[in-house]
């Protein structure tokens, strides 16, 4: 990615910038729409402009919920987001986004995550705003594109933005980063679906839903909710200093859909009474300067065809224990410089 | 930090590192301490000389177990790593070493941990080496001058590498990067104690032992045992399968100290059997090459002052949202070249 910082967009493209801007913050979604496909876009022309609608959107960004999703494929991630995302529309009157992150989706659009096709009602809902994950590729990568999208969202007016992840990747640690509460849908079971969770998602988790808990699963949901909640009690508190709760859910027949909102919204007024809410927010925003810049430098260094491939070989030389990582650092940064 | 590579040691010097070597891998304590202390040397004349030492002893290092030992102050870490070391020296034979990390000893010697006055019985044995932790400011930071440290006393024959920390600073991600096997020691209690553990610890621990198990304390300990065992067990296993064992221990009374040496040697059985334990290494040695790597990166771009200046500045705006991460970043990174 290279910003050329004297480019100045054509007057046709700065209006259209000045245009979508400004049909955004009065909350037209294809605005908003457009805005998203222009911060994800991998077309380096395209970057100047990005930065251009990001700074115009910044000052009216900031004011909502965001709140990380995460599960195993087959918990109900999508009947659950939308079962949540209709009560809060329906009991709250807020604007409710949905963005997924799945940096492994290389070929963009076919990502299962955040399909609208998988929430059918919800996409219907005029208050609700659906957007599949981005590809890599985009300005600062996946991760940033989906970043960068929530601070639209919030200019575009949603109070509640659900980003949706699948917790086997790679992706959760960047989730915990940019959301203010995580959640964490599983199944009550013999255990076999942890399997896939990486360990760090127990580590992040505000609140533990045990989905699909009706019929017959009932008892078994309850059981393994208490179990839960003893284990979680255990372990140290977060670093928002928030107790996770842990409780069961039916979202295919709405049950307990408000007990999840009145948690989310409990942990909300929580952390905003003792400054933490903002405290983190802070941090985060620490953290993707600082992250931003280490990937933007790699990404020029590497632009060098020899610097990658020197340190391609020296990283094999080190898996293989045959050069100090110490040693091999030092001899590929003195190549740098 | 700067490495001149023209530099080439004065024939004296460079005896000096071939002397230190030579003596070393016969297992000369006196070499072994002039290595370590080389390579935490702050003198960037040092530099190359550590380098040219590392490089030396690379090929007859690897051969140990390396097993990082956390918990709170108070726990009793001292004692319990006293009892372990003349346990296995007695049981096996195998020389250990204990060596220590804390990152926010910045007056160096003045640490608490590794220190030798609250080890005496074992730093009197002749097959056990007890090192304090490096302060910062040496040759790419503490957590690389303890990994260094790690190889050395591997080509000294030391086969058990004990690394002590606190478990309350920000070093366990890296002594988890560090380490084979990764025991929590703690109390039986309240919970009060775990308010000090930083809430990733658990996601790294191999092995879980309630000290102090005696006495009054007895009960408890065996209460508090089974809850941890039933709650590890609810989360998903670490990536190197390994499922985390919980017991109780005395080390003040020695007792099922024989335990926690057996859980170690059946964990390393089982991950060499399964390929596990060499797989993880490689993955931390590229770890700390990637680290090291935008760690030295870092600190020859903000030998800059203008651009430390810079950094500081756009940091300071980004926490308080005045402006995105990714646009400062890319303002920062576009400044750099």
Same mark, same amino acid.
């Given at each position: 990615?290279?910003?050329?910082?004297?480019?100045?967009?054509?007057?046709?493209? $700065?209006?259209?910038?000045?245009?979508?801007?400004?049909?955004?913050?009065?909350?037209?979604?294809?605005?908003?729409?457009?805005?998203?496909?222009?911060?994800?876009?991998?077309?380096?022309?395209?970057?100047?402009?990005?930065?251009?609608?990001?700074?115009?959107?910044?000052?009216?960004?900031?004011?909502?919920?965001?709140?990380?999703?995460?599960?195993?494929?087959?918990?109900?991630?999508?009947?659950?987001?939308?079962?949540?995302?209709? !009560?809060?529309?329906?009991?709250?009157?807020?604007?409710?986004?949905?963005?997924?992150?799945?940096?492994?989706?290389?070929?963009?659009?076919?990502?299962?995550?955040?399909?609208?096709?998988? /929430?059918?009602?919800?996409?219907?809902?005029?208050?609700?705003?659906?957007?599949?994950?981005?590809?890599?590729?985009?300005?600062?990568?996946?991760?940033?594109?989906?970043?960068?999208?929530?601070?639209?969202?919030?200019?575009?007016? !949603?109070?509640?933005?659900?980003?949706?992840?699948?917790?086997?990747?790679?992706?959760?640690?960047?989730?915990?980063?940019?959301?203010?509460?995580?959640?964490?849908? /599983?199944?009550?079971?013999?255990?076999?679906?942890? $399997?896939?969770?990486?360990?760090?998602? /127990?580590? /992040?988790?505000?609140?533990?839903?045990?989905?699909?808990?009706?019929?017959?699963?009932?008892?078994?949901?309850?059981?393994?909710?208490?179990?839960?909640?003893?284990?979680?009690?255990?372990?140290?508190?977060?670093?928002?200093?928030?107790?996770?709760?842990?409780?069961?859910?039916?979202?295919?027949?709405?049950?307990?859909?408000?007990?999840?909102?009145?948690?989310?919204?409990?942990?909300?007024?929580?952390?905003?009474?003792?400054?933490?809410?903002?405290?983190?927010?802070?941090?985060?925003?620490?953290?993707?300067?600082?992250?931003?810049?280490?990937?933007?430098? $790699? $990404?020029?260094?590497?632009?060098?065809?020899?610097?990658?491939?020197?340190?391609?070989?020296?990283?094999?030389?080190?898996?293989?224990?045959?050069?100090?990582?110490?040693?091999?650092?030092?001899?590929?940064?003195?190549?740098?410089?």
């Amino acid at each position: 990615m290279s910003i050329n910082k004297n480019y100045k967009p054509s007057p046709k493209e $700065q209006l259209s910038v000045e245009q979508i801007f400004n049909d955004l913050i009065k909350g037209n979604v294809r605005a908003l729409s457009e805005a998203i496909t222009l911060i994800e876009s991998k077309r380096s022309e395209d970057h100047a402009n990005a930065i251009d609608l990001i700074n115009k959107c910044l000052p009216h960004s900031g004011n909502s919920i965001r709140i990380g999703i995460t599960g195993v494929p087959g918990v109900g991630k999508s009947t659950f987001i939308e079962a949540l995302g209709e !009560y809060i529309i329906q009991s709250t009157g807020k604007k409710v986004a949905v963005l997924a992150i799945d940096p492994s989706s290389k070929v963009s659009k076919g990502s299962i995550l955040g399909d609208k096709t998988r /929430m059918q009602k919800l996409s219907a809902n005029e208050k609700a705003f659906i957007r599949p994950s981005a590809s890599a590729g985009s300005l600062g990568g996946v991760a940033n594109a989906t970043r960068e999208s929530i601070l639209l969202c919030e200019a575009a007016g !949603y109070e509640v933005i659900l980003i949706e992840t699948v917790g086997v990747g790679q992706s959760e640690t960047e989730v915990a980063e940019m959301v203010d509460f995580f959640l964490l849908l /599983m199944l009550a079971g013999a255990g076999d679906e942890l $399997q896939g969770i990486k360990r760090g998602i /127990m580590e /992040m988790t505000d609140a533990l839903f045990i989905n699909k808990a009706d019929g017959d699963n009932l008892k078994n949901s309850e059981k393994a909710a208490v179990q839960y909640r003893s284990a979680i009690h255990l372990f140290p508190p977060k670093e928002n200093l928030w107790t996770p709760v842990v409780d069961i859910c039916s979202a295919i027949e709405s049950k307990n859909i408000d007990k999840v909102w009145s948690v989310i919204d409990e942990f909300y007024r929580s952390t905003t009474n003792s400054g933490m809410f903002s405290q983190v927010r802070a941090k985060q925003n620490e953290y993707w300067f600082v992250k931003n810049t280490e990937l933007l430098i $790699q $990404q020029k260094i590497f632009t060098n065809v020899e610097l990658l491939k020197l340190h391609e070989e020296l990283k094999q030389k080190v898996k293989l224990g045959e050069i100090s990582p110490l040693v091999a650092s030092v001899e590929f940064v003195n190549k740098v410089f």
